[in-house]
């Protein structure tokens, strides 16, 4: 299994990005996916997460802001952010079955 992240970048507080995470092989319908990121200094953390079959959990953080949705068809899972804050600066990782995708950057400035 190969994860690849794209779509970070440096955006201003209130802005939006949309997170893709295309993920190689044939069990990614079969699989949970879920987006952590990791701030300088700080643990790595889940911040949202979506089911084999649509259920969606979202950190605190982000309810309200972030979205987690999947296409099966793309082997490929989303995160819309919007509203972005600077405390949302991180490295976003995708994550399927203990596999990582290698994380891109998000910077959000005040």
């Known amino acids: 299994v190969q994860l690849q992240a794209s779509g970070g970048g440096l955006v201003q507080a209130g802005g939006s990005l949309r997170l893709s995470c295309a993920a190689s092989?044939?069990?990614?319908?079969?699989?949970?996916v879920g987006w952590y990121r990791q701030a300088p200094g700080k643990q790595r953390e889940l911040v949202a997460q979506i089911s084999k079959g649509g259920s969606t959990y979202y950190a605190d953080s982000v309810k309200g802001r972030f979205t987690i949705s999947r296409d099966n068809a793309k082997n490929t899972v989303y995160l819309q952010m919007n509203r972005l804050k600077p405390e949302d600066t991180a490295v976003y990782y995708c994550?399927?079955?203990?596999?990582w995708g290698q994380g891109t950057q998000v910077t959000v400035s005040s």
């Open positions: 092989g044939s069990t990614f319908s079969t699989r949970a």
């Open positions: 994550e399927m079955a203990l596999y």
